[in-house]
């Protein structure tokens, strides 16, 4: 196709499509039968099976027992090898507070108007956690990860409520605003420019958890992993 070609099409559709089912299970967050990912990408059952099975050959994709696909473990090794500095001064910072607090933690960084989680931490040694895999992305200014990457940012007149609080508390809380039900709290990575280099953050269900505690205990695993990248 010629440089100058700029119809809006994509350079191959094939490759559109695949990464399109990608983005469309990271933020469905469970694992979907053919016909609704079909669905939900305008596609025709037999082109969405193909795609399917090709990603799937890669590790891409991976089915349940039900044959319905998620995301599979070749994302999270693609994941690894995004930001090495950055994921190698967080995962300490994670897996300590993983353990500290019992929750899942995890680390996610910013990409155009999208949060991307690139690694997560579960804690071993409680009843029952939340999963939160590499690669599941939402909008930047939606959920306690992103709002943790607006902080930095010069106040807006049309700044939302959630993200003016965060500002006061140093950290970020968001419920229900990915995963319906799931609490989720978070705190921004910052660079020598003050920026936000990415946010650290934690899911959890547990309405008898001390919220401030869980901030304070973020926001310093933030600064932690800010310091050693400095």
């Not at 596609?43 to 319905?68: A, F, K, M, N």
């Not at 696909?69 to 910072?93: I, N, S």
């Not at 607090?101 to 949060?115: K, P, W």
Request: hydrophobic share 40%.
């Amino acid at each position: 196709m010629p440089a100058n070609d700029s119809g809006g099409a994509p350079q191959s559709q094939t490759l559109d499509r695949g990464i399109r089912i990608l983005e469309h299970l990271a933020g469905a967050g469970t694992p979907q039968p053919v016909t609704e990912i079909g669905r939900a990408l305008d596609l025709h059952r037999s082109i969405t099976y193909r795609l399917l099975r090709t990603l799937e050959d890669h590790q891409l994709v991976e089915r349940d027992p039900l044959g319905h696909y998620g995301l599979g473990l070749g994302v999270a090794a693609l994941a690894r090898g995004v930001r090495t500095d950055l994921t190698a001064a967080a995962l300490p910072r994670l897996n300590a507070l993983s353990t500290e607090l019992g929750m899942t933690a995890f680390l996610v960084v910013r990409a155009g108007d999208e949060a991307v989680t690139v690694t997560s931490v579960e804690p071993q040694d409680t009843r029952a956690h939340i999963t939160y895999r590499p690669g599941t992305r939402h909008p930047v200014g939606r959920g306690a990860p992103g709002l943790a990457l607006l902080m930095p940012e010069a106040p807006g007149a049309d700044d939302r409520p959630a993200l003016q609080q965060a500002r006061r508390a140093g950290w970020a809380s968001s419920h229900g605003e990915v995963i319906p039900g799931i609490r989720s709290i978070a705190a921004p990575v910052l660079g020598p420019d003050g920026g936000a280099r990415a946010a650290l953050a934690v899911v959890f269900v547990d309405e008898n958890s001390d919220v401030e505690q869980v901030g304070r205990a973020v926001v310093a695993a933030a600064g932690k992993v800010a310091a050693v990248l400095r």
